[in-house]
C-alpha cells in the first residue's frame, strides 16, 4: 500500500509549509517580483485548487475532468471570478492586482477579449502574490468566495457543485 510523504515530525502533511522546509526554499519577498512572473506562478496555484476541486467533486474520466477545469481556469472565469470578490479587497491587494492587470505582457490568449486577459492575468498576479506572501488561506478565501458568488461552490454547506 502506498503512504504518503512524512513530515519532519512525523504525521502526515497537512500544511502549505511543508513544501518550503521540504524543498529547503528561502523566503521570498514577493512586493520584488515583476506583476508577469507573480501571475506566471499565481496561474499554476490557481489551477491546482480549481483541479483539485473538480477532482474532489468525484471520479470521472480525465476529459470531463479537464473539461470543468479549462472552464474555470479561462480568461473569461477569471475575469467574472474577479469581479466577483473585487470589494473583499485590501488596499494592498489592489495594488497587486492592478500591477498585473497593467502590464504588457509577450503574448495574448486565442480565445479571450484584451479586458477579460488582462482583468485574469491581474487576479493570476494577485494569486501568486498572496502564495509566495505565505498567504494562502486569504488566496483560498478570495477564490472560495469567488466561486460562491458565481454559482460554482455552496460556502455554507462547503460542498463542491463542480461536479458537472
Known sequence: METGIKSPAGGADTEWGFFEAAFHLKKMDAAL?????????GDAVYEVLIRTLVVNGGNM?????HKRSASLVKAAAQAKL???????????????????????????????TVRDYRMATGFE?????????GRRTRLVQLVSLGLEKIGEFDGEQK???LKN
Open 33 to 41: 517580483y515583476s506583476p508577469l512572473v507573480l501571475a506566471y506562478l
Open 125 to 133: 498576479a494577485l494569486a501568486g502574490y498572496l502564495y509566495l506572501a
Open 82 to 112: 474577479f469581479m466577483a470578490v473585487e470589494d473583499e479587497l485590501t488596499e494592498e491587494e489592489r495594488a497587486v492586482y492592478k500591477r498585473g492587470r497593467n502590464a504588457k505582457p509577450v503574448s495574448m490568449a486565442k480565445n479571450a
Open 61 to 65: 474520466p480525465v476529459n470531463k475532468l
Open 159 to 161: 460542498e463542491c457543485m
